[in-house]
């Protein structure tokens, strides 16, 4: 598919991306999600090597939560302006259990993701996992939208 890459194990991944999974997958325990029970944990990447995180954060009036990788984006806009993010990387489990899911980021979170990238003006990798338990990592977030909204549509 063009644009991805496929690593058919984590064995072959680059050793910053397993770091920025190994971390999604820890912040998993952070997540707030009482209603869906589904844990979400998303680990980005900064152009200084800087990792933040973020956990998805449900409320009872669904519309006033947010997903992990927003709260990890939002979080790098606020505290870190002016650093790039390179990566973002994606995982989900159940909270009954500890193997993860295959997951990405849904279709506000791309949105969100691509504004970063077109403010930016450098692309950022998407790292998520499939069905058949491989990793996806995407060239840049466009390729996840390709028919996209953004600011040419203005």
């Not at 890459?5 to 707030?32: C, H, M, Q």
């Not at 003006?121 to 499939?130: C, K, R």
């Not at 058949?132 to 996840?144: A, E, G, Y």
Request: charged share 20%.
């Amino acid at each position: 598919m063009e644009g991805f890459n496929t690593y058919t194990n984590e064995g072959t991944l680059d050793p910053y991306f397993l770091k920025l999974i190994n971390r999604a997958r820890s912040v998993t325990n952070s997540s707030y999600s009482p209603y869906s029970n589904y844990r979400v944990g998303a680990a980005l990447l900064l152009e200084n090597g800087q990792i933040l995180t973020g956990s998805n954060q449900e409320n009872a009036s669904y519309p006033a939560g947010l997903c992990a990788e927003r709260v990890a984006l939002f979080y790098a806009a606020s505290s870190y302006p002016d650093q790039v993010i390179k990566a973002v990387a994606v995982v989900a489990r159940s909270a009954r259990e500890t193997e993860f899911k295959p997951v990405s980021p849904c279709g506000i979170c791309r949105q969100v993701v691509l504004e970063y990238e077109m403010k930016q003006g450098v692309p950022i990798q998407l790292i998520f996992q499939t069905q058949d338990k491989q990793w996806i990592i995407t060239k840049n977030s466009r390729v996840l939208l390709p028919f996209c909204f953004d600011r040419d549509n203005l």
